[in-house]
Antibody, heavy 118, light 108 residues
Framework: QVQLVESGGGVVQPGGSLRLSCAVS????????MHWVRQAPGKGLDWVAF????????YYADSVKGRFTISRDNSKNTLYLQMNSLRAEDTAVYYC???????????WGQGTLVTVSS | EIVLTQSPGTLSLSPGERATLSCGAS???????LAWYQQKPGQAPRLLLY???SRATGIPDRFSGSGSGTDFTLTISRLEPEDFAVYYC?????????FGPGTKVDIK
């Protein structure tokens, strides 16, 4: 059974930092690229970042470039998103995902809510 | 950045009817790297199609996709009650891997 479990969300003041984690089980984590996707309350999906299976390449949305860092620890089967200089517009549910566009097997976590507010 | 548009914004149909959803790209999507997702309230998205027309694992054959370049279509041949949801397209040919704004399919 495949599981992706996000943690680390919460309430943070503007300008603050949070680190999200995504623990993955049931798949060979080290074989797959992974994404972070967010969804503001009542809004659509917003792609945030992607990291290749071995961490060799990372890609970011323009809105988070320079503020967010995606990383992974294949020995711990865990994906991370370090979020700095948070803004109110970063408020969203953050999902980690193996979206499945290379093999048709897509898996998403349940999401973790990040609220940026003073 | 490739900007995706989806039409219509809302599609009101009855069970058993055919649904046709469109996704347009501001520039050509390389190698038809276009995916479709379904999302129901309170749930994470679910991959339906990738490579514009390949069904993801476990997706019924009433879902089909077509298109290339800048114009893509998701067709649901006969709507089942569980198909009423929001549908998103995403291009993954070039970073940033943008999503469209979504089409809501609701019950007429």
């Amino acid at each position: 059974q495949v599981q992706l479990v996000e943690s680390g969300g919460g309430v943070v003041q503007p300008g603050g930092s949070l680190r999200l984690s995504c623990a993955v089980s049931g798949i060979t984590f080290s074989s797959y690229g992974m994404h972070w996707v967010r969804q503001a309350p009542g809004k659509g999906l917003d792609w945030v970042a992607f990291i290749r299976y071995d961490g060799s390449n990372k890609y970011y949305a323009d809105s988070v470039k320079g503020r967010f860092t995606i990383s992974r620890d294949n020995s711990k089967n865990t994906l991370y998103l370090q979020m700095n200089s948070l803004r109110a517009e970063d408020t969203a549910v953050y999902y980690c995902a193996k979206v499945g566009v290379t093999d048709g097997w897509g898996y998403w976590g349940q999401g973790t809510l990040v609220t940026v507010s003073s | 950045e490739i900007v995706l548009t989806q039409s219509p914004g809302t599609l009101s149909l009855s069970p058993g009817e055919r649904a046709t959803l469109s996704c347009g790209a501001s520039q050509s999507v390389s190698s038809s790297y276009l995916a479709w997702y379904q999302q129901k309230p309170g749930q994470a998205p679910r991959l339906l199609l990738y490579g514009a027309s390949s069904r993801a694992t476990g997706i019924p054959d009433r879902f089909s996709g077509s298109g290339s370049g800048t114009d893509f279509t998701l067709t649901i041949s006969r709507l089942e009650p569980e198909d009423f949801a929001v549908y998103y397209c995403q291009q993954y040919g070039s970073s940033p891997f943008t999503f469209g704004p979504g089409t809501k399919v609701d019950i007429k």
